[in-house]
């Protein structure tokens, strides 16, 4: 029995991050990827090492595109990631860097919130595939340069992620995603 009642104790939630922490996050998800301002500090977070486990699923591309990529675990809230993608061998009116939020703290309706603000449109649908739901919402603006991504997996983790197309791939400190 006390097997089981670690197992059962150890499957439970994690305590809710505070509100600021979540609100940490968002900003500095708006800051790394839309404004293109984060200022990385110890007290923020830290670049993990090129091999340090970390488990992010590129939906954009296969691994052999990927000429480069940083991630940043930031401090709070807790298992909270920045990803800084940059591509190769890029094909015609394809993305060629991204910049993604990945999160177990952040709720899906915190992270929609986040996708919606600043959109041009508002109407937004999931990827679907006949008889299959995936939890994926894309909207694309090639003409305004970046396509934004929200999904989230069933561990309950949420990922924002825009790509910035070549027109608009000027460095991410330059703001490039227009909105």
Known sequence: MPALAASLLSMQAAPRPSVAAVSAAIAAYREACIEGSFQLSPAR????????????????????????????KLSEPPSTYLIFTEYKQLQPGSIARTCALDSNSVSK???????????????VSPKWIPDMYE?????????????????????????????????????????????
């Open 109 to 123: 309706r915190e992270a929609m919130g986040a996708f919606l603000e600043g959109l041009p449109d508002k109407e």
């Open 45 to 72: 977070g830290r670049v993990l090492r090129p091999g340090e486990p970390y488990n992010f699923l590129d939906y954009l591309a296969y691994p052999e595109s990927i000429s480069h990529r940083t991630i940043v």
């Open 135 to 179: 939890p994926i919402w894309t909207v694309n603006h090639p003409e305004l340069g970046y396509s934004k991504q929200f999904r989230y997996r069933e561990d309950g983790s949420t990922v924002l992620e825009i790509g910035m197309y070549p027109t608009s791939a000027a460095p991410m400190n330059a703001g490039t995603t227009k909105q």
